[in-house]
């Protein structure tokens, strides 16, 4: 029999398709790893920003993972938006039994601002998710949340991806260097080297999805058993692709976009 790289995301719904769970399943489908979900949030959003939130029940999430990971084979998972603490109980508890590297998007507010974690959950995901993680993804506000200190050089970027493996115990840091000016770069510790990834920054407004993409790809390429440097590298070059294509569509701030045609006049 033929094997398949199956992966598993666990998070919110975007209705408007940048962000959160169909972000992460287009991901999947598009570097042909065989994409499946576990909701947390039902979360009516736009490019503008968060409209209203409506969240899963525990039981129904408990009942999802369980659907899934009874049933399917798991080659690597990620986690996005997890709202609060007893959702992150929940899901704490099912991660031990599933044998594949766990990537953690932190994600604590949409592009637009709005809050998409009870505040309070904040330190529960710092001290008792992260350290279940093979790879943790933080961009510049929720690393300095991660470490309670200023991020505002590459250099801070480092001993931040440091401090996130040493003194936090995640397996893993990317620390991205989204909301920095200059040169878009990425910093990967793996416990004993720091990498670099480094793209030209794109001038554009429509980031709605970046983070969600970025993690979703190296989960994609991880459950197709690449090395962890491999698959951060391939996912650096799929999202910057994905913020060239993205598309000026809604008020707010627009998808990113990997491959969906672009004709003059076909949108807006
Ligand atoms: N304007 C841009 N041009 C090129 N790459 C970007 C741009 N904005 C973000 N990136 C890249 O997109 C990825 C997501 O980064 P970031 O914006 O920091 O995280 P998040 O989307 O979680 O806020 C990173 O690889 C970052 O370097
Ligand atoms: C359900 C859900 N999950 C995550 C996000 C965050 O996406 P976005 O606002 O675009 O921010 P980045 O992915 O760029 O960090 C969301 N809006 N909804």
């Not at 989204?178 to 480094?198: Q, R």
Request: net charge neutral.
């Amino acid at each position: 029999m033929e094997k398949v790289a199956c992966a598993l995301t666990i998070a919110g719904t975007d209705p408007s398709g940048g962000a959160g769970i169909h972000a992460d399943l287009k991901t999947f489908q598009e570097l042909k790893s065989y994409g499946m979900s576990v909701i947390t949030s039902v979360v009516a959003q736009n490019t503008t920003g968060v409209q209203a939130l409506h969240h899963v029940p525990l039981e129904m999430i408990e009942q999802q993972l369980y659907s899934v990971i009874s049933d399917m084979p798991v080659h690597a998972f990620k986690t996005g938006m997890i709202a609060n603490i007893d959702m992150m109980k929940v899901i704490a508890k099912k991660i031990p039994s599933i044998a594949a590297p766990y990537v953690m998007d932190p994600v604590m507010v949409a592009t637009s601002g709005d809050p998409l974690i009870e505040e309070q959950a904040r330190d529960f995901l710092r001290k008792e998710l992260l350290p279940l993680t093979a790879l943790v993804t933080p961009n510049i506000p929720e690393a300095e949340f991660l470490i309670g200190r200023k991020v505002e050089t590459t250099d801070d970027m480092k001993k931040a991806a440091r401090s996130i493996v040493h003194d936090l115990g995640a397996g893993a840091a990317l620390v991205k260097g989204g909301h920095l000016d200059g040169e878009a770069v990425d910093f990967l510790y793996d416990g004993t080297t720091i990498y670099s990834f480094s793209a030209k920054r794109i001038n554009t407004k429509n980031t709605h999805g970046t983070g969600c993409t970025y993690s979703a790809a190296i989960t994609a390429y991880l459950s197709q058993r690449l090395s962890l440097y491999e698959a951060v590298d391939k996912a650096k070059h799929f999202v910057t692709k994905a913020i060239k294509g993205a598309f000026p569509i809604g008020a707010g701030n627009g998808p990113t976009n990997h491959w969906a045609i672009r004709e003059k006049g076909v949108f807006q």
